[in-house]
T-cell receptor
Framework: GAVVSQHPSRVICKSGTSVKIECRSLDFQATTMFWYRQFPKQSLMLMATSNEGSKATYEQGVEKDKFLINHASLTLSTLTVTSAHPEDSSFYIC?????????????FGPGTRLTVT | QKEVEQNSGPLSVPEGAIASLNCTYSDRGSQSFFWYRQYSGKSPELIMFIYSNGDKEDGRFTAQLNKASQYVSLLIRDSQPSDSATYLCAVNSPPRPGGGADGLTFGKGTHLIIQP
C-alpha cells in the first residue's frame, strides 16, 4: 500500500504554545488528506479534510482558527495546533486518499502523540 | 447523523479458527467500506476495502457487504496471535449540502483476541 509519513511522532509542549505537525505522502500524490484525532480508548474522530490549493473543510465543533491546516502541495499537509491547552493532548493522525471518489483507498500516517503540559 | 456500529468485544477466538467481525451503518447512501486494524498506540492499517455487494477475498481475509441490510463483515481465517488487535470498520458516505468534511466515519472498533 501507499506510504504516509508524519513528523514529529511525539511532541511535548507547554500550554499556550503552538505545535506544527507535518503529513507527507511519500510515493504518491494526494489531492485530499484528512486529519483525525483519537483520545484513549476512543475511535478516530475526523477533524478536517485538507485539499491541495484550497481551504480545509472542518467538521462541526472543530475550531478552524485553533487547528490551522495548510495543504501546500500534493504531498504535504500541515496541522498547526495554536495556543495549545492540556485538553488538546491527543493522538493526531493524518491520512491520504488514493484514487477517485468512492473508488479509493485511504492510508494513515503513523500518528503524532501530543502532550500539552 | 452518520453512524457506524460495532460490538466492542473483546472477541476471543482460538488460534487457527475463523474470526468474524461485524459492522452496521446507518447511511443508506454509503458507497465505500473499509476495514482497518489498529494495534495499541499505533495508527490504523488498511486491511480491506469493498464497494460492491458480495464477498471480496484477500489472503486470509474476506470482506462481505450487504447494502440492503446495511451490513459489512470481516472474516479472518486461520487466526494467528498476531491478528490480536482492534478492528475498525469505516464507511464513506456522500457529503451532504452544507455538511462537514468528506471523510470516513469510523466505528469504535472490535477488540479481537486470538488465544494461542
Amino acid at each position: 500500500g501507499a506510504v504516509v509519513s508524519q513528523h514529529p511522532s511525539r511532541v511535548i509542549c507547554k500550554s499556550g504554545t503552538s505545535v506544527k505537525i507535518e503529513c507527507r505522502s511519500l510515493d504518491f500524490q494526494a489531492t485530499t488528506m484528512f486529519w483525525y484525532r483519537q483520545f484513549p480508548k476512543q475511535s478516530l474522530m475526523l477533524m478536517a479534510t485538507s485539499n491541495e490549493g484550497s481551504k480545509a473543510t472542518y467538521e462541526q465543533g472543530v475550531e478552524k482558527d485553533k487547528f490551522l491546516i495548510n495543504h501546500a502541495s500534493l504531498t504535504l499537509s500541515t496541522l498547526t495546533v495554536t495556543s495549545a491547552h492540556p485538553e488538546d493532548s491527543s493522538f493526531y493522525i493524518c491520512s491520504a486518499r488514493v484514487g477517485l471518489a468512492y473508488s479509493y483507498e485511504q492510508y494513515f500516517g503513523p500518528g503524532t502523540r501530543l502532550t500539552v503540559t | 447523523q452518520k453512524e457506524v456500529e460495532q460490538n466492542s468485544g473483546p472477541l476471543s477466538v482460538p488460534e487457527g479458527a475463523i474470526a468474524s467481525l461485524n459492522c452496521t451503518y446507518s447511511d443508506r447512501g454509503s458507497q465505500s467500506f473499509f476495514w482497518y486494524r489498529q494495534y495499541s498506540g499505533k495508527s490504523p492499517e488498511l486491511i480491506m476495502f469493498i464497494y460492491s455487494n458480495g464477498d471480496k477475498e484477500d489472503g486470509r481475509f474476506t470482506a462481505q457487504l450487504n447494502k440492503a441490510s446495511q451490513y459489512v463483515s470481516l472474516l479472518i481465517r486461520d487466526s494467528q496471535p498476531s491478528d490480536s488487535a482492534t478492528y475498525l470498520c469505516a464507511v464513506n458516505s456522500p457529503p451532504r449540502p452544507g455538511g462537514g468534511a468528506d471523510g470516513l466515519t469510523f466505528g469504535k472498533g472490535t477488540h479481537l483476541i486470538i488465544q494461542p
